[in-house]
């Protein structure tokens, strides 16, 4: 089971599962030292991200992204993005990483 990733709102939830394991793959094997956001997520926890946190998690995964060097995992880190955004400044709604 990988790292899935849920945007809870007021409205639901929407969520993107990670049967590949694209995420973990990236947390394990990437040097997230530098980062602010993406270090803090747990491939075997839950973590939340607040909206004055999204905006640097988004600018994040976009800099992962551009060096991402398999196929898979680009495709994947782009949902992602792409979700990320979908929540960016929208009230009452978060952003929840689901490990294993």
């Known amino acids: ?5 849920r945007w809870e709102n007021e409205d ?3 969520e993107i599962v990670d049967p590949q394991l694209c995420i973990s793959h990236l947390l394990l094997n990437t ?8 270090r803090f997520i747990d491939p075997y926890g839950g973590t939340t991200f607040n909206q004055l946190q999204i905006p640097i998690l988004i600018e994040e995964l976009r800099s992962v992204l551009e060096k991402a060097q398999d196929k898979r995992i680009r ?12 929540s960016r400044g ?11």
């Open 1 to 5: 089971m990988g790292v899935d990733l």
């Open 12 to 14: 639901g939830r929407h």
């Open 31 to 38: 040097d997230l030292a530098g980062t602010t956001c993406l």
């Open 75 to 86: 495709d994947h880190l782009q949902l992602v993005i792409d979700l990320a955004e979908k």
């Open 90 to 100: 929208e009230i009452h709604s978060y952003l929840k990483f689901y490990g294993d």
